[in-house]
């Protein structure tokens, strides 16, 4: 990747932060978490395709 | 987000000093090990979040555009000065690729934590996968030498496409991030899976008893992955 192209990454992926920070920290400065969320509700298991990989 | 505006403001500096045509030469900082530096950065982010209190948003914001600013202000023949990261001196582009990290874990991990389904990009996939050495090797647990090496292949799956060579001998290891060849475990896995497990985001154990993960060869070495890389 071009250097170029690395600052727009790094512009891109700093704004999508900064909006995903502004939904959810109100004006008090203190950030909103949904009730639901957690470990219990965590879901890292997800992979473009869905499934499980299999060895090669 | 504390975290990733103190950051900010720290390569904007750390930038600066590189490219300052004043700059004396200066021995190499002293590299912590990866978990006593992650705990440190943990605690001065949370002193810097209460310090922020309401501004926390407009503190990030303000460094970000700082730190663009300062990228975009670096010459072609500047991008391989050396700056003094806490890991190891690295060039100005590494800093740039390791600020794509930190925007992309960190946003992971936001996201991840308030219950929504987080992807890392996939475009982000081999800037986070050939820069995870430099993490691992601050959080390599040092053994004694082993009689005989251990050698992992991890094949990344689409859309990375990668093979990963990992050679523990036990008191040094060897990533090559573009690897190939025979090993004593064979590791597929999606790449966010694999930059995920490195990062300690998500543990080998949860890994493997999701399934996430085919393995042929030494079943064994898989589960000890966590033991030569634990989480910070």
């Known amino acids: ?56 | 987000m504390a975290h990733l505006a103190q950051w900010a403001d720290a390569y904007a500096d750390l930038i600066r000093h590189a490219l300052a045509d004043d700059a004396e030469p200066a021995p190499a900082p002293p590299v912590l090990p990866y978990v006593i530096r992650s705990a440190r950065y943990a605690e001065e982010a949370k002193a810097y979040r209460r310090a922020l209190g309401a501004g926390l948003l407009d503190a990030y914001r303000r460094s970000q555009q700082d730190l663009l600013d300062r990228f975009e202000r670096v010459q072609p023949n500047e991008w391989d000065r050396p700056a003094r990261h806490p890991s190891g001196v690295r060039s100005v582009r590494a800093l740039l690729s390791l600020r794509v990290v930190e925007l992309s874990i960190h946003g992971w991990e936001i996201v991840h934590r308030v219950g929504r389904p987080a992807m890392l990009p996939d475009g982000r996939h081999a800037a986070l996968v050939d820069t995870l050495p430099i993490r691992l090797r601050g959080s390599f647990a040092r053994r004694d030498p082993l009689p005989e090496r251990l050698r992992y292949l991890f094949v990344l799956t689409p859309p990375l496409l990668r093979l990963v060579t990992l050679v523990i001998y036990g008191d040094r290891f060897e990533i090559d991030p573009n690897g190939d060849g025979s090993a004593d475990a064979v590791l597929t896995l999606h790449p966010q899976t694999y930059i995920l497990a490195f990062t300690g985001r998500i543990t080998w154990r949860e890994v493997l008893d999701a399934g996430a993960v085919g393995v042929t060869g030494r079943q064994d070495l898989a589960a000890d992955l966590a033991g030569w890389f634990p989480p910070g």
């Open chain 1, 1 to 56: 990747m071009s250097v170029r192209s690395e600052v727009e990454v790094v512009r891109a992926a700093g704004a999508r932060l900064g909006d995903e920070l502004a939904t959810l920290m109100p004006s008090n400065g203190t950030c909103r978490v949904p009730a639901a969320s957690g470990p219990s509700a965590r879901s890292w298991r997800t992979w473009p395709s869905g499934r499980t990989p299999t060895p090669t």
